[in-house]
């Protein structure tokens, strides 16, 4: 009855080396248990998303203290696309994380990210789940039973341009003729 909470691992890796996770999590485990339930968080793809688009020409400026001028045009939208994979020891483990993810996207997430240095406030970035799938792992020389969750998850965000910057215009030489 009493609640038990534990840290799990995450790391990440470029789809290359959770694939070579997939390979090679044995050597990582054998003999030691106690390493699971190990997480991977890799990058899939990132899209242009052309709907969330406005206009380029509308910029960010904002007055700096040392009386010079920074400005950013608008950002670019996309849409990133992760995925995070999970080994984990038997269904009762699977299922647990699986529980503890899950309802957390109702219907999605947002979270609070400062973007750009020239802006005072977050932008709020909607992360959806969009997939849970599991794998059974199992290996009867070992008599292991390993499953691998995967959560497929999106991100709608930003690609912003580089920050400018100039100096405040001091004095105008007018000559009229």
């Known amino acids: 009855g009493a609640l038990i909470t534990q840290k799990i691992p995450i790391s990440y890796r470029n789809k290359e080396k959770e694939q070579l996770m997939d390979k090679t999590w044995l050597q990582q485990i054998k003999g030691d248990m106690n390493i699971l339930p190990l997480g991977s968080l890799c ?29 950013m045009y608008n950002p670019v939208p996309y849409d990133f696309s992760f995925e995070v ?15 503890e993810i899950c309802p957390k996207f109702n219907p999605n997430v947002a979270i609070d990210i400062y973007d750009s240095e020239n802006q005072d406030e977050p932008s709020r970035i909607p992360v959806q789940l969009s997939d849970v799938s599991y794998e059974f792992l199992g290996f009867e020389e070992y008599s292991l039973n390993l499953i691998k969750v995967t959560f497929s998850i999106n991100l709608s965000g930003w690609m912003f341009p580089p920050i400018k910057e100039y100096s405040k215009i001091k004095e105008f030489n007018i000559n009229l003729l």
């Open 43 to 71: 990058l899939n793809s990132i899209s242009k998303a052309q709907d969330r688009a406005t206009s380029k020409y509308n910029r960010f400026t904002k007055l700096r203290e040392d009386k010079t001028i920074e400005y």
């Open 85 to 99: 994979s999970y080994f984990c020891r038997g269904m009762n483990e699977a299922c647990q994380i699986i529980e």
